[in-house]
Nanobody
Framework: QVELVESGGGSVQAGGSLRLSCTVS??????????LGWFRQAPGNGREGIAA???????TYADSVRGRFTISKDSAKNTLYLQMDSLKPSDTAMYYC????????????WGQGTQVTVSS
C-alpha cells in the first residue's frame, strides 16, 4: 500500500510563495517506475492536474501554473515538492499529491490534501 502525506499549505497574500511537500511511503516499486503529480480542487470546481514528474524526472505543467510553480522530487527523502511563487487568489484550493505506476493510466494513490488560501 502506498501512503502520501501532504504538508505546507496555509494562507498567503497575492504575490507570495508557498512550498508544499508530499512524503511518499510504502511503495513496492522503484522510484524510476513511479510517476507523481500535484492536483488541486477549488470549491465548486472539478479536480485539476497542475504538475507532474515522471520516473525519469521529466516534468509537465498546466498552463494555469506554468512559469510560477515548480515540481521536484527528492528520491532519497521519498518526498515530492511543489514550489508555488507569484500566487494569485485564483490559486486558492485544496492541493493533493498523487502517485501511480508510470505504466498505469490513472493515479491510484492520493494524499488527504492541504489547503492553500491566497488573499488579494
Amino acid at each position: 500500500q502506498v501512503e502520501l502525506v501532504e504538508s505546507g499549505g496555509g494562507s498567503v497574500q497575492a504575490g507570495g510563495s508557498l512550498r508544499l511537500s508530499c512524503t511518499v511511503s510504502g511503495y513496492l516499486y522503484t522510484t524510476t517506475h513511479m510517476c507523481l503529480g500535484w492536483f488541486r480542487q477549488a470549491p465548486g470546481n472539478g479536480r485539476e492536474g497542475i504538475a507532474a514528474v515522471g520516473g525519469d524526472g521529466g516534468t509537465t505543467y498546466a498552463d494555469s501554473v506554468r512559469g510560477r510553480f515548480t515540481i521536484s522530487k527528492d528520491s532519497a527523502k521519498n518526498t515530492l515538492y511543489l514550489q508555488m511563487d507569484s500566487l494569485k487568489p485564483s490559486d486558492t484550493a485544496m492541493y493533493y499529491c498523487a502517485a501511480r505506476r508510470c505504466s498505469a493510466v490513472t493515479f491510484d494513490y492520493w494524499g488527504q490534501g492541504t489547503q492553500v488560501t491566497v488573499s488579494s
